[in-house]
């Protein structure tokens, strides 16, 4: 095993929702060591914080510029090499890119920036910089949606008709009539969030799912949100029509205030030959339908999976593994792109990932805006 790759953490701390999900992802498969951290605005609470989890405390900086000066100092064999980036949305294209322009590699939360012209920015930074950037897109990770991806590339679905992707959660419900406390939580503040919450926040995994599994682009779009105050500026529900090319056409549906839901997203894709179901609440369960034999059930680690779903597994059959185990496969992925290994096309989002995502968020932004009009995807 070569050498760990030295991590560094912004934002992410412990009062904060993905942290864990990136720290215990980073050492699932022995690739990665944290070395030095931002985990809070607060300097004396990010060093308490790495005592805590038991990180040394003598590469907690202050902030990350002060992160990129100090560790540019160190030797290039002790430097961090990859930052994963994990603060509220607004942080993540000043830091992406001083990383960038420093040489370090990137693993970066989504929505990658907050506008679509920070994203082309940030897309030009790294073909000057030539390191690895991986976007976070969690739910790629899964084997059953790797199957999913590499059985239609090779056409079990034949000629796709229509995609539904619908990311469904309530917890917006709990905060948006109460107007105090609609205004204490981030993802409602453009400030800090970007144009959009429910389409920036989780409408924007939905697209990713479609594109990432069916290999088509999505080309035109029509949105409907939903803001439910008159005095609210974010989004807090929205449907989608897409249309993919003529006659591949689909609906993407995202809500945060769909009541009692969890983290309910799921995609069903439908060709001429047959057609997949998924949900995230079940991930060890890929559907496949047909109009001549019962359904199929798909399930992980199984030798008839494709080589990218067989990668991402790493116990026998009938063991499930889950959401840590979905990010552990996109930090695997990305550990192979820094350490110059081979790795397959899917084994992490990418730039292009992140750049189509701020594409989306933007488009469905002015559909609505607009009065609910079609607007062509660059
Ligand atoms: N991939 C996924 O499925 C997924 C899921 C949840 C969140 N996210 C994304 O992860 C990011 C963080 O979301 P969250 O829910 O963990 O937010 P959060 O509010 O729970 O945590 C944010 C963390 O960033 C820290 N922070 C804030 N400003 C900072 C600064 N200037 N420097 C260093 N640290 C700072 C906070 O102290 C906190 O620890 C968001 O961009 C969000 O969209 C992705």
Partial sequence: MPKKIRLGILGGGGDSLIGVLHRVASFINDNYE???????????????????????????????????????KLPEDERIQVCSILTPNFLHFPMAKKLLENGFHVICE???????EEAKILQDTLEKAGTVFAVTHTYTGY?????????????????????????????????????????????????????????????????NMIEFTTGLKIKSLLCDFNYLYDDNQMDVDGTVLIRMDKHVKGV????????????????AIYGEKGAFRWEQEKPNFLYKMSDTEPVQIYKPGHAYNSELSLDGTKLPPGHPEGIFDAMANIYLGAARAIRGEKYNDGEFPTMLDGVRGLNFIESTVASHKQGNVWVDMD
């Fill in 34 to 72: 944290i070395v030095g951290a931002v985990f809070n605005p607060d300097l004396d609470q990010s060093i308490n914080f790495a005592k805590e989890i038991d990180v040394p405390t003598n590469r907690i900086y202050k902030d990350f510029e002060t992160l990129v000066e100090e560790e540019l």
């Fill in 110 to 116: 989504k929505p990658m920036t907050t506008t679509y």
């Fill in 143 to 207: 084997p059953m949606v790797r199957q999913m991806r590499e059985m239609i590339k090779a056409g079990a679905l034949g000629k796709i008709h229509k995609v539904d992707a619908r990311y469904y959660q309530g917890w917006i419900n709990t905060i948006i009539h109460d107007k105090e406390k609609r205004s204490s939580v981030w993802r409602l503040d453009p400030k800090k969030a970007g144009i959009s919450s429910c389409m920036g926040d989780i409408g924007v995994h939905a697209f």
């Fill in 252 to 267: 993407i549906r995202g809500s945060q205030v769909a009541t009692g839901e969890e983290n309910g997203l799921a995609i």
